[in-house]
């Protein structure tokens, strides 16, 4: 790869090619009437917010725009408690409200609120055919800045399109003042990206040998997310205690990590196998006292267990770990009902085993992936372990950071966070260590490695 240069900020906008401003800092919305003006052409506006995130900074907004003579069409608070959902038939209340205003073809949809606000009123505005603005009131993902909103349609998240917002004003004092754990997830969702890099890596190599979904390397998304990666998490690890520097360096890296997914049009740079960890806690549900986990802590563990897996794949300098005596790769039928036990009574289920049956490559390409890898090991080996944390240093920095570390601090437990790599590797066809563990044959022996393990995910 060539030497690694950190774009700017600006170089990252031009990069995206939907949002067209990213303010932060200090009581930055001083700022919105003259980004209403150069990127929208609008004074009218429209605010949504729930209970808490209206008072933490839609009244703050609403003000500094009736000042500066913006009209205010109006505004939906959603209620703060019980903690809002991104459901559908939410969108469908923003999208009825907002069409009801007269003239409202002209007016722009603000959003002032975390992950789930924003990505309700992201889809409305959308379906309206209105540009959006968005006031974050947490770095707690980096979804802010994605072309897609995570939304739970049929009972599973699922990523539904919708253009990302043209300008974004975060206020540090605002995000500061968010709560710990919202911060805390923002944290696991930046940590996700090593891993995010190292399954690039692998795909990368992978792809050139015929994989399917297997992106190569793109050179500008990769500069966006990777270069400067461990700076960003060296800066944020104070955010959930309310420092705004940190909070400030947090979000930052978080809008940068969406940009880089305007760019390439996929979620490749910033998700990798840390993330199908969490799509399948997704899939089910995952809360603790009958409060939904975030989606950063479950990518934070998911993080935790994706790095184990890595580490463990790569731990030997000659080669993956060896197959289980007698080994076999499955026949399409055998990997299908295979696929079929592991999902059996979801949901999910008849997607999964059409994946399944799908990313099941043919014996030729299979075996041209087993030789590359096992001819170009060391060198394969050493840009992964120079790319991932050593997993001590990882639970510390997550630590430091106030992230979960233990898999029932999320209401998982050890055994069944280990047993989710299985499943975790069947969702998708997006190409990721779990992929190449389960084509050398090693897969098997990674988890029972796991599983032995007095060091990893205790
Ligand atoms: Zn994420």
């Not at 980096?142 to 009972?155: E, K, R, V």
Request: charged share 20%.
């Amino acid at each position: 790869m060539k030497p690694q240069t950190i774009p700017t900020l600006a170089e990252c906008l031009a990069a995206a090619d939907q949002t067209r401003a990213l303010v932060i800092g200090e009581n930055c919305y001083g700022d919105l009437p003259g980004l209403l003006q150069k990127h929208y052409g609008r004074d009218t506006v429209y605010l949504a917010a729930d209970g808490s995130t209206w008072k933490a900074a839609g009244e703050k907004a609403k003000a500094v725009l009736e000042e500066a003579g913006i009209r205010i069409a109006g505004v939906h608070i959603f209620p703060a408690e019980p903690r809002l959902h991104a459901e559908y038939y939410n969108i469908k209340t923003l999208v009825q409200a907002i069409s009801s205003v007269p003239d409202h073809e002209r007016l722009v949809p603000v959003a002032a609120g975390a992950g789930t606000v924003n990505d309700l009123l992201k889809r409305a505005a959308f379906e309206l055919k209105l540009p959006y603005l968005c006031l974050p009131t947490a770095a707690s993902v980096d979804g802010y800045t994605a072309f897609g909103a995570s939304i739970l349609m049929d009972g599973f998240k699922q990523t539904i399109p919708c253009t990302a917002p043209l300008s974004l004003a975060a206020d540090t004092a605002v995000l500061a003042g968010a709560p710990a754990y919202l911060s805390s997830s923002g944290f696991g969702d930046l940590a996700s990206k090593i891993i995010a890099g190292s399954d690039w890596i692998l795909a990368d190599k992978a792809g050139r040998l015929g994989a399917p979904e297997a992106h190569a390397i793109n050179e500008t998304a990769w500069n966006m997310t990777q270069p400067g990666l461990m700076d960003y998490l060296r800066r944020s690890v104070n955010a959930a205690k309310g420092d705004k520097d940190a909070v400030n360096a947090l979000f930052e890296a978080l809008a940068i990590t969406g940009f880089s997914m305007q760019h390439m049009k996929t979620s490749r740079p910033v998700s990798g196998s840390e993330h199908l960890f969490s799509h399948v806690w997704e899939m089910e549900d995952l809360s603790v006292n009958g409060v939904p986990v975030t989606h950063g802590h479950k990518v934070t563990i998911g993080t935790l267990a994706a790095t184990a897996f890595t580490g463990i794949f790569f731990e030997s300098p000659d080669g993956p770990p060896p197959p289980p005596s007698g080994y076999r790769r499955p026949s399409r039928e055998e990997r299908m009902a295979e696929a079929s036990r592991a999902f059996a009574g979801s949901r999910a289920h008849d997607g999964v085993v059409k994946t399944a049956a799908e990313k099941l490559m043919d014996q030729k390409t299979a075996d041209a992936i087993n030789d590359a890898f096992r001819a170009s090991w060391k060198e394969i080996r050493e840009k992964i372990l120079a790319q991932i944390l050593p997993y001590g240093e990882l639970r510390a920095l997550l630590q430091d950071s106030g992230c979960p570390l233990a898999p029932e601090e999320i209401g998982l437990t050890r055994e069944r966070t280990i047993a989710t790599a299985r499943r975790a590797q069947m969702i998708r066809t997006k190409y990721s260590v779990l992929d190449l563990a389960w084509d050398m044959g090693s897969f098997d022996t990674v988890i029972k490695k796991m599983e032995a393990s007095s060091i990893y995910l205790r």
